[in-house]
């Protein structure tokens, strides 16, 4: 079973940047797509941008200009940074995996962390 | 974008009764090479991350109970709860992992009736 566990800051001051790594426990990280998404408090998932295997990357068009994702295989951790921080970026943030499956399927998730913009 | 359009919004349903949640997505999630629907639902329970039931329109998920099912094609979905139990009380998602950006539908909320 693949498991996943986001860790970072919990509060962010505004115009920061707010970033996030994901360690997952298995091979997922040499294979499939890598994503992360966030839910705002009492609203809906957003997928923010993945990384694949091959090392590229995309992102949502709402966020590219201030997202960037990247991973460190030797420590099986990808990563998530989003600059010029803002209270409308409040919200738990989730790390994904794909799995043989579908590679592109949010398959195994972590268990979420909330980040707070605030100062 | 994709837009993912689920309804209804919320969904009272009696124990034992069926439960029905529609997605639309506003063009095909259908790979006309390999025939599959990159069409996914998760659910979501309070204060847990979401979790895959059925992926590929209509694959369920391993330990997933067999009451709940996927169906559709194209740009239409659904997926059916045929017998509501007490352990379905969460929010359903519907999602597209066809073309970037993936995105979501809004969500709909299963209650007990």
């Known amino acids: 079973q693949v498991q996943l566990q986001e860790s970072g800051p919990r509060l962010v001051k505004p115009s920061e940047t707010l970033s996030l790594t994901c360690t997952v426990s298995s091979d997922s990280i040499k294979n499939y797509f890598l994503s992360w998404i966030r839910q705002p408090p009492g609203k809906g998932l957003e997928w923010i941008g993945y990384?694949?295997?091959?090392?590229?990357?995309r992102y949502n068009p709402s966020l590219k200009s201030r997202v960037s994702v990247s991973v460190d295989r030797s420590k099986n951790q990808f990563s998530l940074k989003v600059t010029s921080a803002t209270a409308a970026d409040t919200a738990v943030y989730y790390c994904?995996?794909?799995?043989?499956?579908?590679?592109?399927?949010?398959?195994?998730w972590g268990q979420g962390t909330t980040v707070t913009v605030s100062s | 974008d994709i837009v993912m359009t689920q309804s209804p919004e919320s969904l009272a349903v009696s124990l034992g009764e069926r439960a029905t949640i529609n997605c639309k997505s506003s063009q095909s999630v259908l790979n006309s090479i390999n025939n599959k629907n990159y069409l996914a639902w998760y659910q979501q329970k309070a204060g847990q991350p979401p979790k895959v039931l059925i992926y590929w329109a209509s694959t369920r998920e391993s330990g997933v109970p067999d009451r709940v099912s996927g169906s559709g094609s194209g740009a239409d979905f659904t997926l059916t709860i045929s017998s509501l139990q007490a352990e379905d009380v969460a929010t359903y998602y519907c999602?597209?992992?066809?073309?970037?950006?993936?995105?979501f539908g809004q969500g709909t909320k299963v209650e007990i009736k």
């Open positions: 994904a995996s794909g799995s043989a499956a579908a590679w592109e399927l949010f398959h195994y």
């Open positions: 990384i694949y295997k091959d090392g590229s990357t």
């Open positions: 999602q597209q992992y066809h073309i970037a950006p993936w995105t």
